[in-house]
């Protein structure tokens, strides 16, 4: 499921994007999707909500929309950022903030349906490169260029991150498709990023020591 914000002081605007946005997935015949409404940046920030793309008003409160994305990001957000705003001088200033979109109010319906083509291309580029792992009963969406190594002991796999932090897994489930995976099930076994990468994209000529491997049934490309 995509899950958009919307963060705005206006409520008439909020409702607008909102519009907008339901617009567009009906035309693109998505259906599972939701949208969060926020009044504030603080309001946004303490939410604590992992979107896929936020639509952020940039003339509010303190903090404002460049405030709040700048704290998004140095938290590590990786949420996609579509400016809305009166301002076209604060367009340079996106782009520090790594935005993918910038509108200029009243809204241009044309310009609004270019920017979710390429918003939502770009989240299915990054989810290509991604994997999901099943925690219990939540999800964990790891960006494949984020993992470093992976080891497996016993039935549970630990996942190590650039950041330093370790995910473990356990538990099973099926992989999709027949996707072959790159982990092993015998104890003590390290694979590397790359030996993962190999078996996450079918079509890639696999080293033997990928085909020697299968993926844990508890992680699955997305």
Known sequence: MLHFAICDD??????????????????????????????????????????DLIFLDIQMEKPDGMET???????????????????????????????????????????????????????ERRAAKSVMVRRGASCEVIPLSQIIYCEVQGRKLYIHLDSGGIIDCLGWMNSPGGLTAAFSAVTGAILSIWTMCAAAVPDRPRSRRAAAFRFPDCVRAI
């Open 69 to 123: 994305a700048g704290i998004l990001r140095r938290q590590g957000s990786r949420s996609l950022l579509v400016f809305v705003t009166v301002l076209r001088e604060c367009v340079f200033d996106a782009f520090e903030t790594e935005a993918c979109g910038y509108l200029l109010k009243p809204l241009d319906r044309a310009r609004f349906v270019r920017t979710m083509d390429r918003a939502l291309a770009s989240l």
């Open 10 to 51: 206006e409520p008439l605007m909020v409702q607008e994007i909102a519009d907008c946005l339901s617009a567009y997935m009906e035309e693109k015949r998505i259906s599972s999707y939701q949208i969060s409404r926020f009044s504030s940046g603080g309001a946004l920030l303490e939410s604590g909500g992992d979107f």
